[in-house]
């Protein structure tokens, strides 16, 4: 497609359980971002993908978060043990380097 | 620490007139900033940038003044329409030097055009 696309849109999850979520950025983009947004918050920022460089990490909340990305392109966020704070919309975001960044429509994620 | 500030969590507008958005930031090595466009339920829309290198883009009805002294930019719009009621988020990178670009974003203005 033309756009990001995120899967899946909405996932209501029991907690303590782990959850996949998945981004297929924009065909031809070298960097994906991962953001969130809590309720009546601003999005904050989770982890950076670049080319084969590694990772910017520093936005994880904790351990239980985990994010990689395949052949380039593909990218899961991992949330293993989900708690209720967990609770937000996950954004996923591509651009070239050191352009401005496509959001998709985001996976909400709702921990009960 | 709030690096990016949207100090007005709501603003309403006629139909017509202008929409002045207003964002402070306190990293004096933010270079880039943007402005994002977001609908309920739906993921935030890149409406308009500028560099540091400038203090003013503008593109269609959507103008990016800032003031790199006072580390202050705002969004003009104008005129407003319907349409655009939405919640407008600023955000700001550094883009060089290797840093990771990562997007510093405010908390958002919810605008309201009045018909």
């Known amino acids: 497609g033309a756009g990001v696309s995120q899967s899946p849109s909405n996932k209501v999850t029991e907690k303590g359980k782990d959850v996949e979520l998945r981004c297929d950025p924009i065909s031809g983009h070298t960097a994906l971002y991962w953001y969130r947004q809590s309720l009546g918050q601003g999005l904050e920022f989770l982890i950076y993908?670049?080319?084969?460089?590694?990772?910017?990490k520093s936005g994880l909340p904790s351990d239980r978060f985990s994010a990689e990305r395949t052949g380039g392109s593909v990218s899961t966020l991992t949330i293993q043990r989900t708690q209720q704070e967990d609770s937000a919309v996950y954004l996923c975001a591509s651009s070239l380097e050191g352009y401005s960044q496509y959001f998709g429509e985001g996976s909400w994620l709702t921990v009960v | 620490d709030q690096q990016v500030k949207q100090n007005s969590p709501s603003l309403s507008v006629q139909e017509g007139r202008i929409s002045i958005l207003n964002c402070d930031y306190t990293n004096s090595m933010f270079d880039y900033f943007l402005w994002y466009k977001k609908y309920p339920a739906e993921g935030p829309t890149f409406l308009i940038s500028i560099s540091s290198i400038k203090d003013k883009n503008e593109d269609g009805r959507f103008t990016v003044f800032l003031n790199k002294s006072a580390k202050h930019l705002s969004l003009h719009i104008v005129p407003s329409q319907p349409g655009d009621s939405a919640v407008y988020f600023c955000?700001?990178?550094?883009?060089?030097?290797?840093?990771?670009?990562?997007?510093?974003f405010g908390t958002g203005t919810l605008l309201a055009v009045q018909p």
């Open positions: 993908f670049q080319g084969n460089s590694a990772p910017d």
């Open positions: 955000a700001a990178s550094s883009r060089w030097g290797g840093a990771t670009n990562k997007l510093i």
